[in-house]
């Protein structure tokens, strides 16, 4: 596990992986994460533990729930633990602070199981968490994760108000920072990069990386920057699917048909 | 104007409707569908795959409780009732469907169903030859199937995988083999679901079959009705709460009704029993999908019937068989 750590942490300075962002991430020894990655995207055993990475010594913490209330979450040292979930559906876990002329803000989303809440997840994206905030556009379904070689749409905020053309950078553990500009609607898209190391066949057998997306604006004196951070999958597209012999079998498989409606009016001509 | 205005035109209306809905309705309505509806789906194929669509199929958690919850009695010793809570509350949200539709939502709603159609209605105007109705011993035999596919694809394999006895790949091998999960993907412009796995054997044959049955079943549409239907598990599962329908097809022909066969030719399904003689009596069969075709063909008053609790909302007459014979000689050229 140590030597899980350390890497993480080599790699990190390697590329200087969140680049001194303020961000969440889930805590390394968290026995939950294995059984997350085994069935990923219900929140089974999703880490109850995240980091604020690069925190800042006023930060304060909340958990919004499913059904849009808010739990205060505190520190121990730079972790804050979940409570266990009361119902199931997607949390927010938000962390806010400020430093000399600077507010930060870093948001994570988790699904976690339990009775349904019966409130739309767009509402706890809609829902205003900081000043600057980075939103999925839409959160991805619970049958679904964010996974390597998909484009994702997201939308950037500042005081509820789409902010347009602004560079938001794009990072994973595996590839450096990139940098897109939202669009006149705040918008922007951003394909997840298929950076997997040492992969194994079967989805179960990786682990979830994470991708990081931060962003600042300046207003006055005053630089508001913000985060997101999310877990993604590798693709089994880009490993051992192959989507060419899939498109094969089903022109094998239409032309089976073609060939059963040849005999079909052989036969039927026979007997008329 | 009036012409045109049969049973069918209203139904492919709903279809195409419900085909926005079920494929595209989580881009449209971006509120309570879009949630995480799992245990609440509707009895139908409206993929979760498909992250645009505007509500969840029921085959999806029915698998994934047997699956992760209700092998738990075995392997955990769970109590069965909350092991069993999750189906229980999935198969509560089909019997309210079935109670309001009944077998309704085959023939008017669901985005697989409409899909074969359309591409029957593209082969009859490509000129094919469509085959008409199977033989009563091609039925018998392909009847049973669906059964097969409902107890061992959705519910027996599943459970088999939660104790441990098969690979994750068995979790949910009905979904590894779904044409619908190709198909309203694939309409969005997703194509990630078209590929052959080959991470073991079980995944390789699943996907294999996935792709050569998508590919069989729209050729097969090109000429033969709802090939997939024959086969599709929903039709078992609808039939679990057949007797709570409050819609029904009702025969009240015993003396009127001389077997002339126009309803089981004119039936996609080729339910050959709708034309024995009954008096007042439900004939909604298991395989019905409640598409109301009997009852635009069938050229006598009132013997064939659309009955909701009861109200009848549409009876067979002369007169509606007259126009329908006359459209459908004119849509087939
Ligand atoms: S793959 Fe088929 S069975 Fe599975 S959720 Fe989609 S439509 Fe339903
Ligand atoms: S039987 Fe046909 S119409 Fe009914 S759910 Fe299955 S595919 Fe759809
Ligand atoms: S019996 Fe009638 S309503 Fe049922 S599928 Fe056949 S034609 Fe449609």
Redesign the pocket.
């Known amino acids: 596990m140590k030597k899980a750590v350390l890497t993480l942490i080599a790699a990190a300075t390697l590329w200087g992986y969140g680049d001194g962002a303020v961000y969440w991430a889930p805590h390394g020894c968290d026995e939950g994460k294995a059984a997350a990655s085994k069935h990923g995207g219900h929140g089974k055993g999703e880490s109850a533990m995240f980091a604020l990475m690069n925190r800042d010594g006023n930060a304060s913490a909340q958990l919004i729930l499913p059904d849009l209330s808010a739990k205060p979450l505190s520190f121990k040292r730079n972790t804050v633990m979940l409570p266990k979930p009361p119902m199931g559906g997607y949390y927010a876990v938000v962390a806010e602070g400020n430093g000399t002329n600077t507010v930060f803000s870093a948001v994570r989303y988790l699904s976690l199981q339990g009775r349904p809440s019966k409130i739309s997840p767009t509402k706890l994206t809609a829902l205003s968490k900081s000043v600057l905030e980075i939103v999925p556009d839409p959160l991805h379904r619970e049958h679904d994760r964010y996974t390597a070689s998909k484009s994702y749409r997201f939308v950037l905020r500042f005081h509820d108000q789409v902010l347009a053309n602004t560079a938001v950078s794009l990072q994973t553990h595996n590839t450096p920072a990139q940098t897109v500009t939202t669009d006149g609607a705040g918008k922007f898209t951003i394909t997840l990069p298929d950076d997997f190391k040492n992969v194994r066949i079967g989805r179960s057998e990786n682990k979830p990386s994470e991708f990081l997306l931060t962003a600042q604006y300046r207003e006055g004196e005053t630089l508001y920057q913000s985060s997101l951070s999310m877990p993604y999958s590798l693709n089994p597209n880009d490993y051992w699917q192959s989507q060419s012999y899939g498109a094969g079998a089903i022109f094998i498989g239409f032309l089976g048909g073609i060939f059963l409606y040849r005999r079909s009016k052989t036969k039927g001509a026979k007997r008329g | 104007m009036d012409k045109l205005l049969t049973l069918t035109a209203l139904r492919r209306v709903i279809q195409l409707t419900a085909f926005v809905f079920f494929v595209y309705g989580a881009m449209i309505f971006a509120t309570f569908y879009t949630g995480d509806k799992l245990t609440q789906s509707l009895p139908?194929?409206s993929c979760a795959y498909d992250q645009s669509g505007g509500d969840f199929c029921a085959l999806i958690p029915l698998q994934h409780q047997m699956d992760h919850r209700v092998s738990s009695i075995f392997t955990q010793g769970e109590k069965v009732l909350p092991a069993l809570m999750g189906t229980l509350i999935t198969l509560g949200t089909v019997a309210v469907l079935i109670l309001i539709l009944n077998k309704a939502?085959?023939?008017w709603l669901?985005p697989?169903?409409f899909f074969q159609e359309t591409i029957g209605m593209i082969g009859t105007k490509l000129g094919l030859t469509q085959m008409g109705t199977l033989s009563r011993e091609t039925i018998t035999k392909i009847r049973p199937i669906k059964w097969f596919i409902f107890l061992f694809l959705v519910l027996i394999l599943p459970l088999l995988t939660g104790i441990g006895f098969l690979g994750h790949e068995w979790g949910n091998p009905y979904c590894s083999i779904c044409p619908s999960r190709i198909m309203t993907t694939a309409m969005t412009g997703d194509m990630s679901q078209v590929y052959i796995s080959q991470a073991n054997w079980g995944y390789f044959a699943l996907s294999l079959i996935a792709d050569l049955l998508f590919g069989l079943m729209i050729a097969l549409a090109l000429f033969v009705r709802?090939p997939?239907?024959r086969i599709?598990p929903?039709?078992p599962m609808q039939t679990l709460f057949k007797k709570i329908g409050l819609l029904r097809l009702v025969k009240n022909g015993s003396s009127s009704c001389e077997s002339c066969g126009n309803c089981v030719k004119a039936c996609p399904m080729d339910i050959y029993e709708i034309q024995e003689s009954a008096e007042n009596k439900n004939i909604t069969h298991a395989d019905c999908?409640l598409c109301g075709r009997c009852i635009e063909f069938c050229p006598h008053d009132g013997v064939m019937n659309f009955k909701y609790g009861p109200v009848t909302i549409l009876s067979s007459s002369k007169e509606g068989f007259k126009k329908r014979t006359k459209i459908d000689k004119w849509w087939r050229g």
């Open positions: 139908a194929l939502f085959c023939g669901c697989l169903g709802a997939f239907c599709c929903i039709l999908t």
